[in-house]
């Protein structure tokens, strides 16, 4: 479990963060949701410790991360795997030397250990037989399983996934989000996926935290969604009219 | 003001973090061939190319200036020799180097800064400073001494072969000449220079690439900061080496 207590994050004065305690579950695809600019990449950059909080705690499974320096977190970080917005190949090495990559240096297996291991992941993602292709000979939607295959490499306990489905069209869009859905319930990891993407929130979510002006200003399940009054959420599920009548035609049902 | 010496402590806190809590050795094992081949051994053509026609150069030159016949010819050889051991093939091939290797690893490292690939190893726990830098300021510390080495036999050389070739000098007089007063000392200066330079080369390059914001424009940006500094302080550093080594 990942508990976030009283963070608050600025730049240069202007607060991007206020006091936001979050909570989130194993076994959950939990998301992170809000318009551009309303500081959920940078809860995110501050959970995983990219960036570092003014104030507040992060724990994982009771572990202070905020109060470690950045060689004893180390071991949690091991137990991370991050799936980015533009995959973050590494363009120099092939499929399998990406997947490998945490294998080498961190587990103590040999080289064949390291390649059944390999093999492994890449079949999880439906990449069977792709082994020796390099980033720029992958479409986006196979760099995107790729980057699943080497964040699932270490079996992590925290998933992250920054905007998974940015730039895929709606039915590979669907392949990733049922991949981090069924990675999630297999692993028993504590998976937090943000997103702009309502189809997937709608299809994968099970806890849904909207972020809005650097509060989190929202927190329910994706059926509360269909039923919450709150204006900003509804003006930023449903920003259509075409939208709104969808959700009203839902809440009829 | 201010701007400069928070740019020398984010380079001092980045070399702190590339010198400490390194990786598994079996790591580097595979990465400091690679960047010896990368930065080294992909930089014999140019490095001898311009030694060869530089060293020739010297050669005529040195002939055409000298005019008076108190001088005697022998004092080519010496002068090529000179000119190629102190300055040309330690200091201007590593000007040349910051050009071609300094602007690769500052643009290799800003790309893979703004394509979060460097945020990706540093989520998994690897420290990303020691992982892609160590490797390139070890590989060019101990591949740039050959290259300079290879650049003063190169330079010498060719200075013997276009003044013995075109008439300027004779062979015998040019031998004399690259003989008299040698002190090797001045091979060690030279070399001493060069493995500063390699690492002002790497490090600075590394440093601009590492804290790239933006996008391809500042890529480009970083590559050209990272030759600029690097030409700067090998300028400096080359003054400041000669007055404690040589006087």
């Known amino acids: 479990m990942i508990q976030v207590k009283n963070i608050s994050k600025s730049f240069n004065g202007n607060k991007v963060l206020n006091d936001i305690s979050v909570e989130f579950f194993p076994g959950n695809v939990n998301f992170i949701i809000g318009r551009s600019g309303s500081g959920k990449s940078v809860l995110t950059k501050c959970i995983v410790g990219l960036m570092e909080v003014d104030q507040g705690d992060i724990f994982f499974d009771n572990r202070n991360f905020t109060l470690l320096d950045r060689w004893d977190r180390k071991s949690i970080r091991q137990e991370m795997g991050m799936l980015f917005q533009g995959s973050a190949l590494f363009d120099s090495m092939t499929t399998e030397e990406n997947v490998m990559f945490p294998l080498k240096m961190f587990s103590s297996m040999s080289l064949s250990e390291m390649k059944d291991r390999v093999d492994w992941c890449l079949q999880r993602v439906n990449l069977e037989g792709k082994n020796k292709l390099y980033p720029s000979e992958l479409s986006g939607g196979m760099q995107k399983r790729t980057g699943i295959a080497r964040a699932i490499a270490m079996n992590p306990k925290y998933l992250f996934c920054d905007e998974p489905n940015s730039g895929l069209d709606p039915q590979t869009a669907i392949v990733i989000d049922n991949l981090i859905r069924e990675i999630t319930y297999e692993f028993k990891s504590t998976t937090i996926v943000v997103s702009h993407d309502m189809n997937s929130v709608m299809e994968i979510g099970d806890k849904i935290n909207f972020i809005y002006e650097g509060n989190l200003w929202w927190q329910g399940n994706k059926m509360d969604i269909l039923h919450t009054d709150n204006q900003e959420i509804n003006d930023f599920v449903f920003p259509s009219t075409f939208m709104k009548e969808i959700r009203d035609n839902l809440k009829g049902i | ?247």
């Open chain 2, 1 to 247: 003001m201010s701007a400069i010496f928070r740019h020398i402590g984010k380079y001092a806190q980045l070399m702190g973090n590339t010198f400490s809590k390194l990786e598994r050795a079996r790591v580097y094992k595979v990465l400091i061939p690679r960047e010896v081949d990368k930065i080294g051994l992909q930089s014999l053509g140019i490095v001898a190319l311009l030694s060869l026609f530089m060293g020739a150069v010297v050669t005529l030159q040195t002939a055409s200036n000298i005019d008076s016949g108190w001088i005697p010819r022998w004092t080519i050889g010496f002068t090529t020799r000179q000119t190629m051991i102190l300055e040309f093939s330690s200091t201007i091939v590593c000007l040349i180097l910051s050009g071609k290797v300094g602007s690769n690893i500052a643009s290799e490292i800003g790309t893979m800064r703004i394509t979060e690939q460097i945020d990706a190893m540093d989520i998994m726990g690897v420290n990303s400073a020691t992982y892609l830098i160590l490797p390139k300021i070890v590989a060019a510390m101990f591949i740039f001494p050959f290259l300079v080495i290879m650049s003063m036999f190169l330079g010498i050389g060719a200075g013997a072969a276009i003044g013995s070739g075109t008439g300027v000098i004779s062979l015998t007089d040019y031998i004399y000449g690259l003989q008299y007063s040698f002190e090797p000392w001045q091979v060690s200066y030279a070399l001493i220079k060069t493995v500063v330079f390699a690492f002002i080369i790497t490090s600075v390059s590394a440093y601009h690439g590492y804290y790239t914001r933006g996008g391809a424009l500042e890529v480009g940006q970083s590559s050209t900061r990272a030759v600029v500094y690097s030409i700067i302080l090998i300028m400096i550093s080359n003054y400041v080496l000669t007055q404690l080594l040589l006087l």
